[in-house]
């Protein structure tokens, strides 16, 4: 039989609801906000709007490369799409969305009625939503106001010297550079405002050792962020210097380097991965105790973890520069230490595991894309050790084997905890459940999907596609690996579109929530659903990693045992 | 943040919503577009970046700018679909043989550092007798990170080298140290026999297990490697470490503050006995 217990809750003020406002209310209601959950839902949404955009751009390229010796767009064209996507997911829709989870969980989890710096936190989210929309401003006026427009077609790294005025001319690349400045102080305030809420703005009883894993996971990634944006934007501004002044930090023949650019750009797109990654950790973290019906397994091992990942995580970074001749010394140090990251990161697989083991599984939706990612992340990692040992890289660096294997870490790995937490926390946004048959045939659709385009796109990089190739001969034997990597795309979008079917259609239709309809045990549970402006009336007050568990099971509380 | 309103609810202060982080941010942006655009849309964006400056900093100077909600205290149903409590059924014994006492983590550094110390005789009287030279065996411990060493002879790894001392010393210290901690942890684990477990058998394991990825680790090391010396030197270790070790005193885990009273003043001395006793009365 099921218990059921009486909890001091609060629910939101009603005369604040605003069924029957004007557009401009509306309007001005979002522009204004300071609230973090209003904050968070606009990093999603904006990030969701990007998320559609950068798919279609895959999906082009994808049709290019359905068949040899195809012309459906031209090279120019396709230089600008992969540079766009690559440029898009990472830093508008990644970044964003993650962003936006830890916005409005951050708080709510620790107990606290709003971020340490709440106006900061709406100007962190405007710069960076400007950032995006100056980087597609790029398709109207990449080369100036006078000119026609071109968006940056330099890759996602943007490599010296192919962004010299030179071989750049025009805008593009300043709209790249410019876009991404732009961003980088928008993750510098939202990553402020994380350190500074979990450290003076958890609620009484909940010490460092008792806070979700979650929060823990995004103090560790706003302090990679305070560490690798800085090069990047040092980067970006010193292009700038050689492109508007004439300096010469990246043109090799005046004395500058190019391989300068790419310690800078990979110092910090190596962690980078990580700052992506490890949200997913976090959701993973939550979502997988609560559907095995047992506590985390393991949390100082998994805390420790995550520090480590972070630490070792800024020791990597020129694994992805084995092909520059960095010599023996170097590519010993970073095979050595991309190997060492795969210690900590297997502790927590372990943990995930070990969490899961002899558990009642519910396999709901938040759960079955989080088994996926279990699954799926480990491959994405066993490919990472490969390509981490030198000799290897140089065979397949730059192929379509290392495409793979970084969409196998974003897109297997990422992209399905993100489902998963939409699955998962949207009750507590939206105050509505999302349908779960939907979500079970989005699953099954991106699995499918996602296997058909990212095991078989390994095959093309073993027999040496190279990557950003635009087309190729009918008899390098490509052919038929592109043509089901291709289709896969196909079962990827139609999932994506059924996803955002069931997004608008439950956010109407949807069964109505409640405040806690998944048992889970963590403080946004404890508030209504959608949570109000201030969060909690009544600050709580927590003795374990399980706060609702305890109001839930006063009998036998957590507190107990830890 | 919190105090009664009228109505007897608990009002709460919140920042008010304010316009100006957009208009900052778009001024900025727009400031940023200038480069690339015009020169008016740069003016435009200093101007808008200057105005809600200004307007921020009168939002939270002298006072920050807030809003009095009102948050109605109601009870929440909160409903567990918790049903049942397995319990796993164990013996009262399972996987019970814990440590009660252990030894400081310091104990283990300082039993790695005797054992480090030590191993150095039998290295250099295994270079003595070998090839008439006190580094020999130095340098190839060193060896492993001069890849340039790879092909030098034994007539160059007999002589000192600067560099060579260096290298050796910091991965004798750092392999020293950290197995020294590894039987400071391990050692209350094998509480018959320690001579035997950690003196032997722990250096023969961990020779099988260099021996199997040395090729790998030191190429040099590997084909040069005497491993009748070497299985002494570590022996040596071992023995020394396991020695210095054990001297110490011991300190008491969270697993002896959960024995009975009787069992931590010393009254009994064998848990199992009481618990098969209590199991033989029922």
């Known amino acids: ?562 | 943040m919190e105090h009664e309103n009228e109505t007897g609810h608990a009002g709460v202060h919140m920042p008010l919503p304010t316009v100006w982080p957009v208009v900052l941010a778009l001024g900025l942006t727009l400031i940023i577009a200038g480069m690339v655009t015009h020169v008016a849309v740069a003016v435009l964006g200093l101007m808008l970046s200057l105005v809600s400056a200004v307007g921020w900093f009168r939002n939270v100077l002298p006072h920050e700018a807030h809003e009095i909600v009102e948050a109605p205290i109601e009870p929440l149903e909160l409903v567990s679909v918790r049903t049942s409590i397995d319990r796993i059924p164990v013996e009262p014994m399972h996987r019970k043989v814990i440590p009660v006492e252990t030894f400081r983590f310091s104990t283990g550094l300082m039993g790695g550092i005797a054992g480090g110390i030590a191993m150095i005789a039998p290295a250099t009287l295994f270079s003595l007798i070998k090839y008439h030279s006190l580094w020999y065996a130095m340098n190839l411990l060193a060896a492993g990170g001069f890849v340039s060493w790879a092909g030098e002879s034994n007539q160059f790894l007999a002589q000192f080298h600067l560099q060579g001392f260096l290298a050796a010393l910091a991965i004798h210290a750092v392999t020293s140290i950290l197995v020294g901690s590894l039987y400071g942890a391990m050692l209350p684990m094998f509480p018959r026999w320690p001579i035997l477990t950690a003196g032997f058998l722990a250096p023969l394991l961990w020779t099988g297990l260099l021996a199997s990825v040395l090729n790998v680790v030191s190429p040099i090391l590997n084909e040069r490697i005497d491993w009748f010396w070497f299985v002494g030197s570590q022996i040596t270790f071992g023995l020394v470490a396991g020695f210095v070790v054990n001297l110490q005193a011991k300190v008491r885990t969270p697993q002896f503050q959960a024995l009975p009273f009787a069992l931590r003043a010393g009254f009994h001395a064998n848990l199992r006995h009481d618990d098969e006793e209590k199991d033989g009365q029922a």
């Open chain 1, 1 to 562: 039989m099921a218990t059921s217990t009486r909890v001091t809750g609060h629910l939101d003020n009603p005369t604040a609801s605003g069924s029957h406002r004007g557009a401009l209310a509306v309007l001005q209601d979002w522009l204004t906000t300071v609230d973090h959950k209003k904050i968070g839902l606009m990093y999603i949404g904006y990030a969701l709007v990007f998320l559609l955009i950068a798919g279609f751009q895959a999906l082009l390229m994808r049709v290019q490369l359905l068949v040899p010796n195809n012309n459906f767009v031209s090279p120019e064209v396709f230089n600008r799409l992969f540079t766009m996507h690559g440029t898009t997911m990472v830093f508008f829709v990644g970044m964003p969305i993650l962003f936006g989870f830890g916005n409005y969980l951050v708080p709510l989890m620790i107990g606290a009625r709003d971020m340490a710096f709440p106006r900061l936190n709406a100007f962190s989210f405007w710069i960076s939503a400007f950032g995006g929309f100056l980087l597609y401003f790029s398709y109207f006026a990449g080369s100036g106001l006078y000119g026609a427009g071109t968006a940056p077609d330099v890759g996602w790294f943007a490599y010296a010297p192919l962004t010299s005025r030179v071989f750049s001319p025009g805008h593009s690349t300043d709209y790249w550079t410019l876009s991404i400045f732009l961003s980088g102080i928008g993750s510098i305030g939202t990553a402020l405002n994380i350190v500074a809420t979990t450290l003076c703005m958890r609620c009484p009883g909940m010490k460092l050792n008792r806070m979700p894993l979650l929060v823990w996971l995004y103090l560790v990634v706003a302090c990679l962020v305070f560490v690798t944006i800085s090069p990047l934007t040092a980067a970006q501004i010193m292009l700038c210097l050689d492109r508007y002044l004439g300096a010469h930090f990246f043109d090799t023949q005046a004395g500058g380097s190019a391989v300068l650019w790419m310690h800078f750009f990979w110092i910090f797109g190596h962690p980078e991965v990580y700052i992506l990654v490890m949200p997913a950790f976090a959701f993973a973290n939550e979502i997988i105790p609560v559907f095995s019906r047992k506590a985390i397994f393991g949390y100082p091992a998994m805390v420790a973890a995550s520090v480590c990942i972070g630490f070792i995580s800024l020791s990597v970074w020129a694994h992805h520069m084995f092909t520059v001749g960095m010599g023996p010394g170097p590519n010993a140090f970073f095979t050595f230490a991309t190997m060492v990251i795969a210690v900590p990161t297997g502790i927590k697989i372990f943990n995930w595991l070990a969490t899961l083991w002899g558990g009642n599984i519910h396999f709901t939706t938040p759960m079955i894309f989080s088994i996926g990612f279990l699954f799926q992340f480990l491959i994405a990692g066993l490919t990472g050790v490969m390509l981490a040992v030198s000799p290897f890289d140089w065979q397949l660096g730059n192929s379509y084997f290392v495409v793979a294997h970084f969409h196998y870490v974003l897109v297997g790995g990422i992209l399905f905890m993100i489902f998963a937490a939409f699955y998962y926390w949207y009750p507590k946004m939206t105050g509505r459940m999302l349908s779960e048959r939907l979500g079970k045939w989005h699953f099954w659709l991106f699995v499918i999907g996602f296997h058909l385009t990212f095991d078989f796109m390994h095959v093309p990089g073993l027999l040496g596609m190279p990557r950003r190739i635009y087309t190729y001969e009918a008899d390098r034997g490509w052919a038929i690996w592109n043509l089901i990597v291709s289709s896969g795309a196909v079962f990827q979008a139609a999932a994506t579109l059924l996803f955002a079917y069931n997004l608008v259609h439950s956010y109407f239709k949807g069964e109505i929530a409640g405040p806690d309809p998944w048992d889970a045990w963590t403080l946004e549970w404890s508030t209504s659903s959608p949570p109000p402006s201030y969060n909690f009336a009544v600050t709580p007050t927590v003795d374990s990693r399980r706060p609702l568990w305890d109001r839930k099971h006063p009998e036998e509380t957590d507190a107990q045992y830890e």
